[in-house]
């Protein structure tokens, strides 16, 4: 079991940055982390992920505007959020992926005012 804590979502206005942490209780050196976004009345989609060896893929949408990182030291993962816009508004949801269970943390809401 891995639990995951969301932190450093809120309100920002458009053109603005975030960054959200997730905590993990344990070790996550050998774990594919991820970020995940629902809109309100959507999907969740996923956002950017980041495997143990650093590869990193993004969402075509926040390309240049966002990154992810890790420090396994700390067993934290973080989403630095640039150049927000009003439809970055959601829930953003930290991921773990070990083997074939997913794990979930309950979620931070980020609002980006026009």
């Known amino acids: 079991q891995v639990q995951l804590v969301e932190s450093g979502g809120g309100l920002v206005q458009a053109g603005g940055s975030l960054r959200l942490s997730c905590a993990a209780s344990r070790s996550i050196f050998k774990i594919i982390m991820g970020w995940y976004h629902q809109a309100p009345g959507q999907q969740r989609e996923l956002v950017a992920q980041?495997?143990?060896?650093?590869?990193?893929n993004y969402e075509d949408s926040v390309k240049g505007r966002f990154t992810i990182s890790r420090d396994n030291t700390k067993n934290t993962v973080y989403l630095q959020m640039n150049s927000l816009k009003p439809e970055d508004t959601g829930v953003y949801y930290c991921?773990?992926?070990?083997?074939?269970?997913?794990?979930w943390g309950q979620g931070t809401q980020v609002t980006v005012s026009s």
């Open positions: 980041i495997t143990s060896s650093e590869s990193i």
């Open positions: 991921n773990a992926k070990e083997f074939f269970r997913n794990y």
